[in-house]
């Protein structure tokens, strides 16, 4: 059985940090990429970062120099830090192994005062 469980969202104020977690089981985890995408009511899904199985990473426009995606094979587990954080960026944030197109539940994130 595969699962993705991602957690660390909630509530931030503008200019702060999250740390987003999502824990993979069910998969031999070391040798697939992995996704994290959000989507904001309204508006499509966007891919935000992407993380090789050797650790080569992509972001979108939006959040360069500001997100950093990161991965511990030993914990099965990706993560996604969130610095300086601004209202555009307040969405439901989803984890994806992107090669069998696996998708967790979600974790929200809402960027407010």
């Known amino acids: 059985q595969v699962q993705l469980v991602e957690s660390g969202g909630g509530l931030v104020q503008p200019g702060g940090s999250l740390r987003l977690s999502c824990a993979a089981s069910?998969?031999?985890?070391?040798?697939?990429?992995m996704g994290w995408y959000r989507q904001a009511p309204g508006k499509q899904r966007e891919l935000v970062a992407v993380i090789t199985s050797v650790g080569t990473t992509n972001y979108a426009d939006s959040v360069k120099g500001r997100f950093t995606i990161s991965r511990d094979n030993a914990k099965n587990t990706v993560y996604l830090q969130m610095n300086r954080l601004n209202s555009e960026d307040t969405a439901v944030y989803y984890c994806?192994?992107?090669?069998?197109?696996?998708w967790g539940q979600g974790t929200q994130v809402t960027v407010s005062s």
């Open positions: 069910g998969i031999i985890f070391r040798i697939y990429s």
């Open positions: 994806n192994i992107r090669e069998v197109n696996y």
